[in-house]
């Protein structure tokens, strides 16, 4: 009877298994990783193109920025569509991974927001401040409240600034700057004075954008941070991809933003 259990505990691990795998390996399926909002909508949106092509698209949502990557790498997605290039840089520096973007699609409003204060000229000495705690959108949050007047940064700032380049002549201290998980700024909005937020955290927490009291430069978010469409190496041509990539910069796809977001997300292609 043991080995009987035993023999058919592991015939059904087999079967499991293999369901992942041919899952995995359908090339009729495009398996995505991507945040809530606006990422998981807007790939929804084109679900029904792909599927026209003969594709079942797939949607993993994350609420993290290091899962979709690994998962990319590891195979068990083909693609994600989360991030920008400057984050998928440093992932790649830091983990060791091959991860490269096949197109840029969007880039979100990336802002400075306050229960509190409606203007930066407004912001006093001792306000305190919550950023994201990842390398690049740290450095993108601290080059934003640069451009407010509220810090001062070592040689100007750059992609890589952290606190510790914040200057002792800036307006607010570097001692008043709280590093966090970008899913957890819209809830510290609470606790601090001011907050700056990723577009899509404060999309899918319903953020009141008319709180934002300094959002960044249209120009700058286009070139910087555009949000692409990211596989591992070696899979850029894969005809899923290159299917998903076409459906993805579609005109289809620049009426459907720009009429669900008003603005606060913006088609790069």
Do not use: W
């Not at 795998?21 to 995505?32: G, L, Y």
């Not at 193109?49 to 590891?74: C, F, H, M, R, W």
């Amino acid at each position: 009877m043991k080995r009987l259990l035993k023999f058919i505990a592991l015939s059904f691990a087999a079967v499991l298994l293999f369901g992942f795998t041919a899952c995995k390996d359908d090339p009729n399926t495009i398996r995505v990783g991507a945040s809530a909002v606006p990422h998981a909508e807007i790939l929804a949106a084109v679900e029904d193109d792909l599927k026209e092509q003969g594709y079942t698209l797939k949607i993993d949502i994350y609420s993290d920025y290091v899962l979709p990557n690994t998962a990319v790498q590891s195979g068990e997605l083909l693609a994600n569509f989360f991030q920008h290039q400057p984050y998928l840089t440093q992932f790649n520096k830091d983990n060791g991974t091959d991860l490269v973007s096949v197109g840029s699609i969007h880039y979100e409003a990336f802002a400075i927001y306050s229960e509190t204060v409606t203007d930066v000229a407004n912001v006093s000495a001792d306000a305190t401040v919550a950023i994201p705690n990842d390398g690049s959108n740290r450095a993108r949050a601290l080059l934003l409240l640069q451009d407010a007047g509220l810090v001062e940064l070592k040689d100007g700032g750059s992609v890589s600034s952290t606190k510790e380049d914040v200057l002792p002549s800036s307006k607010l201290s570097k001692d008043n700057i709280r590093e966090m998980e970008a899913a957890l700024l819209p809830e510290a909005m609470k606790e601090v004075t001011l907050a700056v937020i990723n577009g899509n955290y404060a999309l899918t927490n319903q953020v009141d954008t008319s709180k934002a009291i300094l959002i960044e430069e249209a120009s700058v978010a286009a070139a910087e941070y555009a949000n692409v469409l990211c596989v591992k190496r070696g899979n850029e041509e894969d005809p899923r991809v290159v299917a998903l990539l076409e459906a993805l910069t579609s005109r289809k796809v620049k009426d459907f933003i720009e009429q669900k977001y008003n603005g606060f997300v913006v088609a790069v292609f």
